[in-house]
T-cell receptor, first 116, second 115 residues
């Protein structure tokens, strides 16, 4: 069984500052993928970044980076230079990757508010 | 990235009627699509896995007869909420993945209100 834990129900950050959203996971799978999604108030789920369990380097996508610490089973999302448009819910998810299937488990989410 | 289109984005229906929600992968073939339900300020709950050409796999506690899923082609899956009741009001969202696990994309979601 898989479990994703996001311990921060809400976070505040000032515009242009960096913010870290926490995510820890538990799984018995050896091969898995970790994902972060952004959900603005409109409801759509926007894929942000992916990290494979065997990837040696932390994933980066523009202002998003994933601080992957496998031994600690953590996959924190770092948003650099926050913008007002970053205000949204952020969900961490994971999926086993054996067999090429994608069966995600989501965390409860973190609400991020960026203020001027 | 790949595009998943979901329609309608919102719907209001009377109690007792049925509502069909479509999920299309626009630029890739998806043998598997997923349907989620999300209550306000909560996480996504996986309802079922939709498999092209075969029956859907439902998660525990999800009523198969109420939430009918059809995956008729490699680019289209539909979720039909049958005999809808006010407690079925929720946000429903689908996702699909091209073959590589590192890519997974969601539709825009459908906000269903049953009155």
């Amino acid at each position: 069984a898989q479990k994703i834990t996001q311990t921060q129900p809400g976070m505040f950050v000032q515009e242009k500052e960096a913010v870290t959203l926490d995510c820890t996971y538990d799984t018995s799978d050896q091969s898995y993928g970790l994902f972060w999604y952004k959900q603005p108030s409109s409801g759509e789920m926007i894929f942000l970044i992916y990290q494979g369990s065997y990837d040696e380097q932390n994933a980066t996508e523009g202002r998003y980076s994933l601080n992957f610490q496998k031994a600690r089973k953590s996959a924190n999302l770092v948003i650099s230079a926050s913008q007002l448009g970053d205000s949204a819910m952020y969900f961490c998810a994971m999926s086993p990757s054996s067999g090429g299937s994608y069966i995600p488990t989501f965390g409860r989410g973190t609400s991020l508010i960026v203020h001027p | 990235g790949a595009v998943v289109s979901q329609h309608p984005s919102w719907v209001i229906c009377k109690s007792g009627t049925s509502v069909k929600i479509e999920c299309r992968s626009l630029d890739f073939q998806a043998t598997t699509m997923f349907w989620y339900r999300q209550f306000p300020k909560q996480s996504l709950m996986l309802m079922a896995t939709s498999n092209e050409g075969s029956k859907a796999t439902y998660e525990q506690g999800v009523e198969k007869d109420k939430f009918l899923i059809n995956h008729a082609s490699l680019t289209l899956s539909t979720l039909t909420v049958t005999s809808a009741h006010p407690e079925d009001s929720s946000f429903y969202i689908c996702s699909a993945s091209p073959f590589r696990i590192s890519e997974a994309f969601f539709g825009q979601g459908t906000r269903l209100t049953v009155v």
